[in-house]
């Protein structure tokens, strides 16, 4: 092995596949784009995904029971660009797109039929800038086969809604 020092290098080789996210607890909707998921277990079947501490996705998946993983292709643009480059913060999301109540009230996106919803049952925190949410897919919908929108086919399209590095600061004197 060559040694060298990049691993941003290595990942842009992978280009994974992105998908967008989708929760709800307490009355709140929330979902963004996520390109940190993965199958982590077959028997039983789990699925992670990773959400950043700086997004509004991450705040209502924390006490979700319930989350939705949509396949997105090329022809979902304009969604990558909602879910990935406005925040739930400031901008209502699910006014701007077409969806329908799942279980335990999970937004499921009209536009991406190829989906898995699953019951989330515990969060990682490794002390990184995204937390490891991991769930059992209870149901399915298919679309048919699609070719995923990659990293590299939105890196210079859309700047996301949050960095990673910042943090909202709760406004402890609002009654
Ligand atoms: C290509 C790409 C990949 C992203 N991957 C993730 C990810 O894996 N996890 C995550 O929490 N946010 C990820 N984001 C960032 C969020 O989608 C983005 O900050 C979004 O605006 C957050 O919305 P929210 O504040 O409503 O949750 C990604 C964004 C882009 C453009």
């Not at 992105?18 to 039983?44: K, Y």
């Not at 995204?130 to 086969?145: D, K, L, N, Q, Y």
């Amino acid at each position: 092995m060559r040694e060298t020092h990049d691993p941003d290098a290595v990942l842009a080789t992978m280009n994974g596949a992105l998908v967008i996210v989708t929760t709800a607890s307490n009355g709140q909707r929330a979902g963004c784009v996520v390109g940190f998921h993965v199958q982590c277990s077959i028997e039983p079947i789990r699925y992670a995904v990773w959400l950043s501490k700086a997004n509004h996705t991450y705040r209502v998946a924390l006490f979700a029971t319930h989350m939705a993983v949509h396949a997105v292709s090329s022809e979902h643009r304009a969604l990558v660009e909602l879910f990935g480059g406005t925040s739930g913060d400031t901008t209502d999301k699910f006014a701007a797109c077409e969806w329908s109540p799942g279980t335990g009230g999970v937004p499921l996106l009209a536009e991406c039929p190829t989906v898995m919803l699953l019951a989330r049952h515990t969060a990682w925190d490794d002390g990184g800038d995204h937390v490891c949410f991991v769930g059992t897919p209870i149901a399915t919908g298919s679309g048919g086969r699609i070719e995923p929108v990659r990293l590299a086919d939105v890196a210079d399209l859309v700047d996301a809604g949050h960095d990673a590095r910042e943090r909202p600061v709760p406004d402890l004197t609002a009654s």
